[in-house]
């Protein structure tokens, strides 16, 4: 077996055997922090997606979380205030909210991703970040909802054979939507369009060469990342029963690329065990100082200078088979600097 | 006169946007970093000049500080941690700075606490003068748009008329060639680096008797300062200034004229939510939609 094999066996088993942990242990705290910790590892793994695969660096990808709860929240705050939305009296069957939310989220990341991938560089890192600021204030002047203070929601929405009031089957429905998310995108990075993908990160101008438009596929990619965000931006909403505007701050952006860097870059798998790195520390350093960040930022800082591959890069360490490996986990060749004439 | 007034204030924003923008993008252009812990620098200037100024009782003592402690954490951290960030990736640079955001907000809260501080100023900066018969303006805001106008000449004057402005804009159009041409290129870069720090410091002056003082004020004007460098043109000083006066004259006049245009278009419930997230937003359209135009910014640095 190799070592990726055991890593994924690994996670999958730890999150699957946590609510088991957590009742001997009698902690019920542990399946409340795992449950979290799938979610952010579902957004941290869709940036992972343009990060890692597309060399998008994002800094506005909390918008698409931002947009995934609101959309859950107003939809709740008509449906529990009787207050029908454009003659649609609301519903609260997940059914039919979820998708919704996804189809918002889609229409978000078709224009933002137009408007955006028309430049690169420093200019499509601050662009990506204007757009989410501008929805974060957008939310926040939306009086009606709350404003600054957000939507408090009643209830989870409703999904037939399961109650997701139950703090494990909600566990298990984010874990097992977690799952689903990477598996699919280890297809999507597989896949000829993966390919096209990291064939633009590498070179450009030798993959427009080979007949292809990159902003087709960058797109795309954003728009499949910005999906992701938004299904765990659903999930949060109702895990936390309460969206606010701080869903889409910028500081949330860079909270899941601390995620990415922490877990590895490229790797799908190693941004949610980044996503557990940093909502484990800083619950850790939290119980020990009000002052956590003083601690996280160095902490930070050192796995930024000198930690590149990440933790998934740690585990990976001296594989059995590092050529198999290197060309399955999807890293490209280190030094693909194009020569430029 | 309601117009002169907006202009005036419009000019002062204008003038804090500058003082970061200018340093900002000097480093971005000559170092290509991405310094998100740029508004640090600026937070720590004000603190240093409100908890001086308490202490000493002298205003001007403050700036001193604000100027010194500022260029002095600039050092350190220069020395310490961007140093290592010239060659890596974006990503890295935003990640990395954005740890030192991190570590300087609760470095200051376990300082000086959360209470905010509130600077003691002189009794002639609280006093208006008559700038145009009938229109009274404060000299504090005055004393602001003097500040960014002296130091967007000073810095027209330093970076065209110098030695060290004529290595400096080398430096910003080849690195290596200057480094090839013996030239000490680590510490030019820190110089621009401490030199920007400094410029943060004196708006962090400037600022701390008018703005509160508190913990995550860098953020706040930071990502606005972003934005200026962005439409200006990254890297340019004369960029600096053009999308420093656009921003906020954007701001300035729109915060006047847009809730009374939407108020007679549309319901007053939804014009006034609609106005607050507009003018909240503003700087963040003008950003698209220069770029979208021109997406390398209005005017940059290169060709």
């Known amino acids: 077996m190799s070592r990726r094999i055991i890593i994924d066996l690994a996670c999958l088993a730890t999150f699957a055997l946590l609510p088991l942990l957590a009742a001997l242990l009698d902690e019920p705290f542990l399946v409340s922090l795992f449950t979290r910790l799938a979610i952010y590892g579902m957004a941290a793994a869709s940036l992972d997606l343009l990060i890692g695969y597309g060399a998008l660096v994002s800094f506005g990808h909390a918008a698409f979380f931002g947009l995934g709860g609101y ?25 039919i909210v979820w998708p919704l939310a996804l189809l918002c989220c889609a229409l978000l990341g078709l224009v933002m991703g137009y408007l955006s991938l028309r430049t690169s560089g420093v200019q499509f890192i601050m662009i990506t970040l204007a757009f989410s600021q501008m929805l974060y204030f957008i939310l926040g002047s939306l009086s009606f909802y709350g404003g600054d203070d957000g939507i408090l929601l009643n209830e989870r929405n409703s999904l037939p054979g399961l109650d997701l009031n139950d703090a494990n089957q909600f566990y298990y429905l984010c874990v097992a939507l977690l799952v689903g998310w990477l598996l699919f995108c280890r297809r999507l990075v597989g896949s000829r369009f993966g390919f096209v993908l990291r064939g633009l990160k590498q070179s450009e101008r030798r993959t427009v060469s080979l007949g292809l438009q990159p902003v087709r596929y960058r797109l795309t990619a954003f728009v499949i990342a910005g999906l992701g965000a938004g299904l765990a931006g659903i999930l949060w909403a109702n895990y936390a029963l309460f969206v606010s505007p701080d869903m889409a701050a910028w500081q949330k952006s860079g909270e899941l690329m601390a995620m990415v860097i922490l877990g590895g870059v490229g790797t799908l798998l190693g941004p949610v065990l980044g996503a557990a ?26 796995v930024v200078l000198f930690g590149r591959q990440g933790i998934y890069g740690l585990l990976m360490k001296g594989a059995d088979k590092p050529r198999r490996a290197r060309a399955r986990s999807a890293l490209p060749p280190l030094a693909a600097q194009e020569v430029r004439p | 006169m309601l117009l002169l007034e907006q202009l005036l204030n419009g000019l002062q924003y204008s003038a804090l946007l500058f003082l970061l923008a200018s340093g900002l993008t000097l480093i971005f252009g000559i170092m290509g970093v991405i310094n998100l812990a740029h508004g640090a620098f600026y937070m720590v200037g004000a603190f240093c000049a409100a908890y001086t100024a308490m202490a000493s009782g002298s205003f001007w003592l403050g700036g001193l500080a604000a100027l010194a402690g500022s260029a002095l954490y ?19 640079q935003v990640l990395a700075t954005l740890a030192v955001v991190f570590f300087t907000n609760e470095l200051i809260t376990l300082l000086f606490g959360r209470s905010p501080p509130a600077m003691p100023t002189p009794e002639w900066y609280g006093a208006f003068v008559e700038v145009l018969p009938g ?11 003097g500040a960014g106008l002296l130091v967007a000449v000073g810095m027209w004057l330093l970076i065209n008329h110098t030695r060290l402005g004529m290595l400096i804009r080398a430096g910003a159009d080849d690195h290596e060639m200057v480094g090839a041409l013996g030239v000490n290129i680590g510490r030019l870069y820190t110089l621009v680096f401490v030199f920007g720090c400094a410029l943060c410091g004196l708006a962090g002056f400037m600022a701390a008797p008018l703005l509160s003082v508190e913990i995550g004020m860098g953020e706040k004007v930071l990502i606005t300062t972003f934005v200026v460098i962005v439409v200006g043109g990254v890297g340019s000083v004369r960029g600096a200034l053009v999308g420093a006066l656009l921003i906020g004259m954007v701001d300035s006049l729109g915060r006047a004229y847009v809730p009374p245009l939407l108020d007679q278009l549309l319901p007053a419930e939804t014009s006034g939510a609609l106005s607050a997230g507009l003018l ?24």
């Open chain 1, 71 to 95: 959309v859950v929240g107003i939809v709740a705050f008509h449906t529990a205030q009787l207050m029908p939305l454009w003659g649609w009296e609301g519903s609260n069957s997940a059914l």
């Open chain 1, 277 to 302: 790195a940093y909502l484990g520390l800083e619950q850790l350093l939290s119980l020990w100082t009000e002052h956590w960040l003083l601690a996280f930022g160095p902490l930070l800082l050192l």
């Open chain 2, 74 to 92: 600039g050092l350190v951290i220069e020395t310490a941690i961007i140093r290592r960030l010239y060659n890596r990736d974006h990503l890295d």
């Open chain 2, 135 to 145: 229109l009274m303006y404060p000299v504090s805001r005055l004393l602001f748009i």
């Open chain 2, 280 to 303: 909240s937003a503003s700087a963040y359209i003008v950003m698209a939609l220069v770029l979208l135009v021109r997406p390398r910014g209005l005017l940059p640095a290169r060709a």
